[in-house]
């Protein structure tokens, strides 16, 4: 068991990843805004899309091309640990899902760089170094836990 250190308890927390970012660089976000170093995070509803050659901090172009794929995260949960700091902070994802493409695709796992096309809403608890604002109570996050793990049976892996 890892002791706790002095505002170091997990807090339970919700709110919305900026959408048109890649995934990871939208919960890198997430984890730097709230000085987290470790988070466990549900999100559900959230509408992606990949589009092929497209830097991972570059804007989202103004027409989409025909490369561009769309999709939706039915269901995931993700462990996060963050590392480093100003510039150099980073966010390492690890979790399982459930998600569909609208289009038809070969290749239908969740690519490492899958963006946003939304902002998406999340809940989930993580271990920071200063109280969180955006505090709820743990009742709210597990809430949604049942549902999320019944459809389980269908989750695939996906790290970032």
Known sequence: MIPAVPGQDAEPFHD????YFTLKESVRQLMAR??????????????????????PDAPVP????????????DAMTLTV????EGESHEAHLVGAGD????DAR????????????EP??????????KPNAKRITAE?????????LSEASGFRPFSA
Do not use: K, N
């Not at 103004?62 to 995260?73: E, K, N, P, S, V």
């Not at 640990?81 to 480093?84: E, I, L, M, Q, T």
């Not at 998600?99 to 609208?102: A, V």
């Not at 709210?140 to 999320?148: M, R, S």
């Open 81 to 84: 640990v963050a590392s480093g």
């Open 16 to 19: 919305i990843l900026d959408g």
């Open 62 to 73: 103004l027409h989409l091309r025909d490369t561009t794929y769309a999709g939706l995260i």
């Open 120 to 129: 998406a809403y999340l809940t989930g608890f993580g271990l920071s170094a």
């Open 140 to 148: 709210e996050v597990l809430a949604d836990v049942p549902h999320l």
């Open 34 to 55: 709230h000085q987290l170093s470790w988070a466990w995070l549900m999100l559900s509803h959230a509408p992606v899309m990949e589009i092929a050659g497209l830097a």
């Open 106 to 117: 070969a290749e239908t796992s969740l690519p490492a760089d899958i963006r946003l096309a």
């Open 99 to 102: 998600w569909r493409w609208l």
